[in-house]
């Protein structure tokens, strides 16, 4: 069998996503369909799908409809579901407003997500999220190879695992073509692993460092939002700061994470449409009859 969906390409800062409009919420999504659309070789290839629906329209999304109109149904590349993805999110606003879908307000336009409400702040090229609030929650660890790195565990609506190189160690050099190995007791829904190294002082900004990603569902992506968000709060941790800007470099350019004086989270970078079209996808595991 074969279904023809009418998409559009996107990303932030290379963590790219198949958009798929369904205002209604009359599409059959499935675990194959989206693992299909997001083949690299067979489909259209993306870290993700961004399912755009009413809010209302949505199991997940109807108690947030009396304050945001649209829901970001996202999916990992793997088919499984995620609360939140940072970069998404951006991507997301950056839809709506290009489709003339929602108004970029000045007060930033609301995305109702499975972990909650974000704002979406478009500032020409860049687009800025209001992010829930990071919370470190555990130490742990996670394992490459031979090297074992501890870390930080931080919910930011999705799970993450913060760990930092030291002693020589460099990003560069890891191999994240499969995932850590991470305690699985603590993690019981997976988790997004970032390993992070300092990097040179930039001006205006608290803290810099370059992170290197691998996603739960996903694998490693040139770029991770909530991942950035996780990798900024422990560095401000660090620091003693309780408010700041980092500057964090993933493999696909660079995002910035701020806590303001109010105590808001913010995410902010670049976030681009790049294609639209129609795509036959084969549906894997159906038999023709
Ligand atoms: N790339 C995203 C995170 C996507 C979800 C993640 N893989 C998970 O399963 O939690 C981002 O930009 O935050």
């Given at each position: 069998m074969m279904d023809r969906v009418f998409f559009t390409k996107g990303h932030?800062?290379?963590?790219?996503?198949?958009?798929?409009?369904?205002?209604?919420?009359?599409?059959?999504?499935?675990?194959?369909?989206?693992?299909?659309?997001?083949?690299?070789?067979?489909?259209?290839?993306?870290?993700?799908?961004?399912?755009?629906?009413r809010a209302a329209k949505h199991p997940e999304g109807a108690g947030q409809a009396a304050d945001a109109e649209w829901f970001m149904d996202y999916w990992n590349s793997d088919g499984s579901i995620a609360e939140m993805c940072g970069n998404?999110?951006?991507?997301?606003?950056?839809?709506?407003?290009?489709?003339?879908?929602?108004?970029?307000?000045?007060?930033?336009?609301?995305?109702?997500?499975?972990?909650?409400?974000?704002?979406?702040?478009?500032?020409?090229?860049?687009?800025?999220?209001?992010?829930?609030?990071?919370?470190v929650y555990a130490a742990s660890t996670a394992t490459v190879g031979i090297l074992t790195v501890p870390g930080l565990a931080v919910d930011c609506g999705n799970p993450h695992l913060v760990c930092g190189l030291h002693d020589g160690v460099e990003l560069a050099g890891l191999d994240?073509?499969?995932?850590?190995?991470?305690?699985?007791?603590?993690?019981?829904?997976?988790?997004?692993?970032?390993?992070?190294?300092?990097?040179?002082?930039?001006?205006?900004?608290?803290?810099?460092?370059r992170m290197r990603v691998h996603e739960r569902g996903s694998g490693e992506t040139m770029s991770c939002g909530t991942g950035a968000l996780a990798v900024g709060a422990v560095a401000l941790r660090e620091a003693g700061l309780?408010?700041?800007?980092?500057?964090?470099?993933?493999?696909?350019?660079?995002?910035?994470?701020?806590?303001?004086?109010?105590?808001?989270?913010?995410l902010a970078g670049p976030a681009v449409l790049v294609a639209s079209?129609?795509?036959?996808?084969?549906?894997?595991?159906h038999q023709p009859g």
């Open positions: 932030g800062t290379a963590n790219d996503f198949v958009i798929l409009s369904d205002p209604d919420g009359e599409l059959e999504l499935t675990p194959a369909l989206v693992a299909a659309l997001c083949d690299r070789r067979r489909g259209v290839g993306g870290d993700g799908v961004l399912r755009v629906v998404g999110v951006r991507v997301f606003a950056r839809y709506l407003v290009a489709n003339r879908l929602a108004a970029p307000g000045a007060e930033g336009l609301p995305v109702a997500t499975r972990a909650g409400i974000m704002l979406a702040v478009v500032e020409a090229d860049t687009i800025r999220v209001r992010m829930s609030t990071p919370k994240l073509s499969t995932g850590p190995a991470v305690d699985r007791s603590l993690f019981k829904a997976g988790v997004n692993v970032e390993f992070v190294e300092a990097a040179e002082a930039l001006d205006g900004l608290d803290r810099h460092v309780s408010s700041g800007s980092v500057a964090v470099d993933v493999l696909g350019g660079r995002l910035v994470v701020t806590c303001d004086e109010q105590g808001a989270w913010w079209g129609e795509v036959t996808v084969p549906v894997p595991g």
